[in-house]
């Protein structure tokens, strides 16, 4: 398995923007998939985003579109997310996942390395 750290958190006003970062251990890191996931209180983990193993194919959940986006840099073990236009809902706890399936896969149970997670606030 691989080893997950997230760093980038914080707290940023309506319409700012964060860049969080997830780095990887190991030396297989470009096998796996990576997907960031979300959590706010009281709900479930939901993933974001996700990229391939190459780089070459992200997806994203409807609510983030146009103003999220993923990227990795497999040399530097390195996984991104830069959020712009953030917004009061997207505040939550954000997670940083691999996997060895499909980056089409967005079940929390596909991903079995995860990272501590990262607090993201948004004020009003």
């Known amino acids: 398995q691989v080893q997950l750290v997230e760093s980038g958190g914080g707290l940023v006003q309506s319409g700012g923007s964060l860049r969080l970062s997830c780095a990887a251990s190991g030396r297989t890191f470009g096998l796996y998939t990576v997907a960031w996931f979300r959590q706010a209180p009281g709900k479930e983990r939901d993933i974001v985003a996700a990229i391939s193993r190459s780089g070459d194919n992200t997806r994203y959940a409807d609510s983030v579109k146009g103003r999220f986006t993923i990227s990795r840099d497999n040399a530097e073990k390195t996984v991104y997310l830069q959020m712009n236009s953030l917004k009061p809902e997207d505040t939550a706890v954000y997670y940083c996942?691999?996997?060895?399936?499909?980056?089409?896969?967005?079940?929390?149970?596909?991903?079995?390395?995860w990272g501590q997670g990262t607090q993201v606030t948004v004020s009003p």
């Open positions: 996942a691999a996997s060895v399936t499909s980056w089409l896969r967005s079940s929390t149970s596909d991903f079995g390395s």
